[in-house]
């Protein structure tokens, strides 16, 4: 491998293997899905069909990635922290028993924050934060319209915020 190519690499989590297996398994879940999904009516395919296409398509973007640019070794660790896997769990945990009592909207922004401040290695600036809670916004919102408004699936309003 090149120095060019070397400096390009994407560092293994892992090991090398298992950084091209994982979207290989995503892509053969995925279209395992797809193919399950002929024996539902069209309306009800709809949705499993989008998500699964857009798993093969990350996953085929994230092989080919691989493929071009090389995986090197990462370090044996692996990186990451168990405090801040911890806080995943116990983040995504919260979400998932709030969602039926405040509605998508609110927990999607909530968890979102949360989740934000588990994973931000780097300072704080007013900058960063815009940023990020613009994109937060954005990125629920986008997901709100998909779900609710493309998809056709009906998203829990809350039991506190139902009048």
């Not at 950084?19 to 999904?37: I, K, S």
């Not at 588990?118 to 934060?129: D, G, P």
Request: with cysteine; net charge positive; hydrophobic share 60%.
């Amino acid at each position: 491998m090149t120095a060019d190519k070397s400096m390009r690499a994407v560092p293994a989590a892992r090991s090398r293997a298992s950084e091209v297996l994982l979207p290989v398994l995503f892509m053969a879940g995925a279209g395992l899905c797809l193919w399950e999904t002929r024996q539902m009516s069209q309306l009800g395919a709809v949705f499993p069909a989008v998500i699964s296409a857009g798993v093969m398509v990350a996953a085929a973007l994230r092989l080919a990635q691989l493929l071009l640019r090389g995986v090197i070794e990462g370090s044996p660790a692996g990186g990451g922290s168990r405090p801040r896997r911890l806080a995943l769990v116990g983040v995504m945990s919260v979400w998932a028993l709030a969602l039926p009592w405040l509605g998508f909207l609110l927990t999607g922004l909530g968890s979102f924050v949360a989740l934000m401040a588990v994973a931000q290695y780097q300072q704080w600036t007013r900058k960063r934060l815009a940023g990020h809670l613009l994109a937060g916004c954005l990125l629920v919102a986008f997901f709100y319209v998909l779900f609710a408004v493309v998809l056709n699936v009906p998203l829990p309003t809350g039991r506190w915020l139902a009048a």
